[in-house]
């Protein structure tokens, strides 16, 4: 069982980075809660609460939308500001009782490799703002998702998504209701570029250029081999290529 030896809950974003800040002591940031429900280690930690620091709610900044950290997954699909895709694939993330209390910041955190909103996010060209003691950075989410040491000591602050363009995406799960083994989301985007992101396989969701599909490694598991899932991401991305070609 989990052991939590403390417990705050601070009121600003300085005293919550401070308290990730002292040395000696393992922290746990807290904000829907679902993936620290969820993990299963057992070292003693403390907890720092982030639901009194106002980190929610949806803007419009440009040709982008802003979506603050702590914005739950259930107001990112009722958001009509949202990308349609994006609002579809927040639907996609669990049931209900879950997106009511699972956050945008913690999607993120947490790089679940079979996320479609992670994919979505990654072909909307997402940027995470993170802030440290030594200020706030702004980090392209492939960047964050490939070398996660720019979260240490850090707090999640906002998502930054482009809108425009066309979208399309097709997944293979072993029913329709089960998270999917493979999924492929694309993106048409205005100025005409590909983009296309895979789940299921690589540790976290991942850009791949259209001739370099064949040249995954993903892991087997009991669902499927390597070879399967490499399989499978082929003819998922040449369906997804073949709808954002029929809605350009």
């Not at 997954?73 to 009511?100: I, K, S, W």
């Amino acid at each position: 069982m989990r052991s939590i030896r403390g417990y705050h809950r601070p009121q600003t974003l300085d005293e919550a980075i401070g308290l990730l800040a002292r040395s000696g002591v393992t922290t746990r940031l807290l904000g829907g809660g679902t993936s620290l429900n969820a993990d299963p280690g057992v070292d003693p930690f403390e907890v720092v609460d982030l639901q009194a620091l106002g980190l929610d709610g949806i803007t419009t900044v440009g040709a982008s939308v802003a979506i603050a950290a702590m914005t739950r997954l259930q107001d990112v699909g009722d958001n009509e500001v949202v990308p349609p895709l994006l609002r579809n694939l927040a639907h996609r993330e669990g049931p209900n009782t879950l997106r009511n209390a699972a956050t945008i910041g913690g999607v993120v955190a947490s790089a679940d490799p079979e996320s479609e909103l992670l994919a979505g996010l990654l072909v909307h060209e997402a940027a995470v703002v993170v802030t440290t003691q030594e200020g706030s950075t702004e980090l392209s989410l492939g960047d964050l998702l490939h070398d996660r040491r720019a979260l240490r000591g850090g707090v999640i602050t906002s998502v930054k998504a482009a809108k425009g363009g066309v979208s399309a995406a097709d997944r293979t799960g072993r029913t329709p209701a089960d998270r999917p083994i493979v999924a492929v989301i694309g993106r048409r985007t205005e100025d005409g570029r590909t983009l296309v992101a895979v789940t299921g396989v690589a540790s976290t969701p991942v850009l791949v250029e259209l001739d370099q599909v064949d040249a995954l490694q993903p892991a087997g598991d009991f669902r499927g081999s390597s070879e399967y899932r490499r399989a499978l991401a082929r003819v998922l991305v040449d369906r997804v290529v073949s709808r954002l070609g029929e809605q350009s």
